[in-house]
């Protein structure tokens, strides 16, 4: 297959393309370097890029950022910013990419065990997770020839922990993570929030 990886430099994003490469054709995308760019708060950048690599067989959207702060100290711009980059970046890549992706095609997305589990601070990230998981869920129910959509809930991530210098044991490395999307990618499931802690390979 050829798949489409957004987020492609980021560390879940890079444990992905090392997963899917060996079996299939994999193109990277990353927001301000390499060969294929894109910013996902631009639809006209995910126009682009989509009506540049077609066709293509699947999407991977390992990109979106929140912000993580107490919910007394977060502003109306910081709420916007979580609206504006990880739920409608991958809501709208989901919108353009069903247009151009082939038939029986598979588009994955990206929430957090924040959605479900959440913690002080995270108010903004977990509304945002959870919507994106209502939205895969709907999104498949209507999606045209054959395509399925999933989104992956990736636990906390060791090597993010241990950058924020914090124990990495209680996450959960990438390269483990990357199980749920391989899950995603080549199965055939459809509808479904793949929960990284139980797809590992």
């Known amino acids: 297959m050829k798949i489409i990886v957004i987020g492609a430099t980021g560390t879940i994003g890079k444990a992905v393309v090392q997963a899917l490469s060996p079996r299939h054709q994999i193109v990277?995308?990353?927001?301000?370097?390499?060969?294929?760019?894109?910013?996902?708060t631009s639809n006209e950048s995910l126009q682009t890029l989509f009506k540049?690599?077609?066709?293509?067989d699947a999407v991977v959207i390992a990109a979106g950022e929140g912000r993580f702060k107490p919910l007394e100290e977060l502003s109306d711009e910081d709420f916007q910013f979580c609206l504006s980059n990880k739920l409608m970046g991958q809501v709208n890549a989901v919108r353009i990419a069903m247009g151009l992706i082939n038939d029986g095609g598979s588009i994955t997305l990206t929430s957090g065990v924040l959605a479900g589990e959440p913690t002080p601070g995270s108010a903004a990230i977990s509304m945002v997770g959870a919507a994106l998981e209502g939205f895969a869920r709907a999104a498949a129910l209507e999606a045209p020839r054959g395509i399925r959509v999933n989104i992956v809930s990736p636990p906390w991530v060791s090597e993010t922990l241990a950058a924020m210098g914090m124990d990495p044991s209680?996450?959960?490395?990438?390269?483990?993570?990357?199980g749920a999307y391989v899950a995603s990618v080549?199965?055939?499931?459809?509808?479904s929030v793949l929960d990284a802690r139980v797809f590992t390979f």
Do not use: L, Y
Not at 186 to 191: D, F, I, L, S
């Open 28 to 40: 990277p995308v990353a927001r301000s370097s390499g060969e294929h760019r894109a910013d996902i």
């Open 52 to 56: 540049q690599v077609a066709p293509f």
């Open 170 to 178: 209680g996450g959960m490395p990438a390269a483990e993570v990357a």
């Open 186 to 191: 080549e199965g055939v499931e459809t509808g």
